[in-house]
Structures are given as structure tokens and as C-alpha cells.
């Protein structure tokens, strides 16, 4: 099969390599696109601390199953492939944090992904995937975009965003326009986002939030008071890296406001100090959010079906595994909102 092997940081090989058999117990199935994630060209320009070269990325996948050893699927699925294989097992398996799992692998990162024209997926072992048959409605493209919305929803499913809300977003690029969807969803009354791009900006009205703020150019402490009527917003949510939680958007929460550290961010954003008595006199609620369970998965998949995800708003470049550098390029420059790569392989659409 073809693909793109990433054999060290800055070095992507693309060519031949073995197709892999199908597991015993799993299936094998034929990606026909796959996201390009932030991560994704993070890790082709400067590597990442769980990879071992050479590695196959790509984590937002979605295919065919042309072949199955599984009861659960047959040749001819339309699937899309959850990025976590979990044990079932542990602790976190059993309350259904299998995100958490503490023998976890994720396509893309510890084990090949779906930069390749096949990937094998098993479903009976020591660590088994997930797949969410696709319904018909549902396009590979708008599949792949399955990953990247159930991490949203893990993350408001922790901060509890509800009805009424007032959500402000930092970021708005394609996570934090997809946190604008899913708080839409949930039924946010008021969506704000702070982005310093003006084109993310103009993207992000009025389909995916209500107001869109330039931190550059505003007083983003006066602007939020004025769009919540002097009462602040319920919910912060960090979907970019370079801009960190400190006092000046503890500030901007009301009181029983909750924040979600949605996205990694490097040690210099990382560090930081607050004052404790804040958290404790507001009822501020702080939580962590890391990728996505597989029945987020599945949920994700369901929104799209609902047909109301404004696909073509999202996805803005599209590449084939032969100029595949030229999405990891664009997503690594912000030069595309989303890029994604199509593999045609023949097979079903």
C-alpha cells in the first residue's frame, strides 16, 4: 500500500509499504480520508514524546471495511475509526473514561495511522479500537470531522455547558469553531470568541458564535462586560495553545463559572499563578479535557447525521497522499481552517 511515513522529525517519506493483514477478532479497512490535525503537522515539523519513527499519523479517520474476522461488521461497512484503543478493563474503562485507559493507544501516535491507504483495527485482544457506522448521509469528508467534535464534547460534558449559557472561546480555529457548534447544540445562549486572525474571525459570524473579538485591537475585559450585561460569561474554553488561564480571565467568569483547558500548551504558557481565593469565592470550576471516548465517538457521528454541521465552511483544502505535505504545511501555518486528506483508492464513495 502507499503512504506517508514520517522516518524523523522534518522527514516524511512517501512510497510503498507492506499492507497490513487483517487482526483476528478486528477488521481491515480502507481509509478514504483522513484529518489533518494542529498535531499532526506539530509532530512532522518538531516530533512528539510518544512517537517511535517510524511512524504512519493520522488520527481523524474514516473508510471502508473490506475485510472482516469480527461478527460485529462486514466487507462493505462504511465506518469511521475512533482514534483510543482501550484495554475494557481498568478502572478508567469501567466508569467509561476509556480516553483515560491506562494501557491506551492511539492511532497516529503510538501505533500507525490513517495516512495510508489501509489500517488494521482490532477489536479483540489486549487493546481493541472502535468504529461508528456511518449512515448514508454522512460523507468520509464530514466523518472525519467524527474525532474532532467528540473532543468537544468531552470537554463541555465536563464543564457542564447547558442551556442559557454564555460561553466565551479562545480560539477560533477549526476546535474552536466546532466547541461554537456543540455549545450551539447544547443550547448556549451567547457565543463569543476571541481570535487575533481576522479571516477566523469573519468565518466565525454568525454561523458558529454570536460575536467574534479581536484581542488586539479590544479590551477583551470591557467587551465581554458589555456583551453579559456586566455579569461576565459561564463558560471559558481554551481551544488554542498560545493563550493560557490566568487572573485576567478568572476576571471575566460569573460567579459559579466554569473553565475548560481544552488545548496543550507549552511550558512558558503553562506556568502559571492564581489566586485561590477567587476559585473559592466564585465557585469556579477548573477542568482538564483530553481527547475522546469511543461513545463520544459515536455521538459525533449522530450530530453530523443531523445534517446541521456547516461542513463546507470547515473544510478548506483538501490533498491527496502525494502532496500530503502541502495540507500539514497549510494546517501548520493557518493558512487553511481544515485540511483533509482524501486517499482514492477505487472502492465504495
Known amino acids: 500500500m502507499q503512504a506517508a511515513i514520517l522516518v524523523e522529525p522534518g522527514r516524511l517519506k512517501i512510497g510503498a509499504t507492506p499492507t497490513p493483514d487483517c487482526p483476528a477478532g478486528g477488521v481491515l479497512v480502507k481509509v478514504k480520508a483522513c ?38 461488521f462486514q466487507a462493505g461497512d462504511r465506518v469511521q475509526v475512533a482514534p483510543g484503543l482501550r484495554c475494557g478493563n481498568c478502572i478508567q474503562c ?40 456511518l449512515p448514508e448521509n454522512v460523507s468520509y469528508d464530514a466523518a472525519t470531522l467524527g474525532e474532532p467534535i467528540a473532543c468537544c464534547m468531552n470537554a463541555q460534558d465536563k464543564i457542564g455547558t447547558k442551556p442559557g449559557d454564555t460561553v466565551l472561546i479562545i480560539g477560533a480555529g477549526p476546535l474552536g469553531l466546532l466547541h461554537g457548534y456543540v455549545a450551539r447544540v447544547r443550547g448556549a445562549e451567547n457565543i463569543l470568541v476571541s481570535e487575533i486572525q481576522a479571516p477566523r474571525r469573519k468565518t466565525a459570524i454568525p454561523t458558529w458564535a454570536d460575536q467574534a473579538i479581536d484581542p488586539a485591537d479590544a479590551n477583551l475585559f470591557e467587551t465581554v462586560m458589555d456583551a453579559t450585561h456586566a455579569k461576565g460569561v459561564d463558560v471559558i474554553i481554551f481551544a488554542c495553545s498560545q493563550m493560557g488561564l490566568d487572573e485576567k480571565f478568572i476576571k471575566l467568569l460569573a460567579p459559579g463559572g466554569r473553565v475548560s483547558v481544552f488545548s496543550g500548551m507549552s511550558p512558558p504558557v503553562a506556568q502559571i499563578q492564581l489566586d485561590l481565593n477567587m476559585i473559592h469565592y466564585n465557585e469556579i470550576k477548573i477542568s482538564g479535557a483530553y481527547g475522546c471516548t469511543a461513545h463520544q465517538n459515536t455521538e459525533a457521528i449522530k450530530l453530523i447525521a443531523s445534517g446541521k454541521l456547516p461542513i463546507g465552511e470547515l473544510i478548506t483544502n483538501r490533498v491527496a497522499l502525494d502532496n500530503i505535505e502541502e495540507g500539514l504545511e497549510h494546517t501548520q501555518a493557518s493558512r487553511a481552517l481544515k485540511s483533509i486528506l482524501e486517499i482514492n483508492n477505487g472502492g465504495a464513495r
Open 35 to 72: 484529518g489533518i490535525c494542529s498535531s499532526d503537522a506539530k509532530m512532522m515539523a518538531q516530533g512528539h514524546r510518544a512517537l517511535v519513527y517510524p511512524r504512519i499519523l493520522g488520527h481523524e479517520m474514516a473508510g471502508v471495511v473490506v475485510e472482516s474476522r469480527a461478527r460485529q
Open 94 to 133: 469501567r466508569r467509561g473514561a476509556d480516553n483515560q485507559c491506562e494501557s491506551r493507544e492511539i492511532f497516529g501516535f503510538t501505533t500507525d495511522g490513517g495516512f495510508a491507504e489501509y489500517i488494521p483495527i482490532p477489536l479483540k485482544g489486549p487493546v481493541v479500537g472502535s468504529l461508528s457506522l
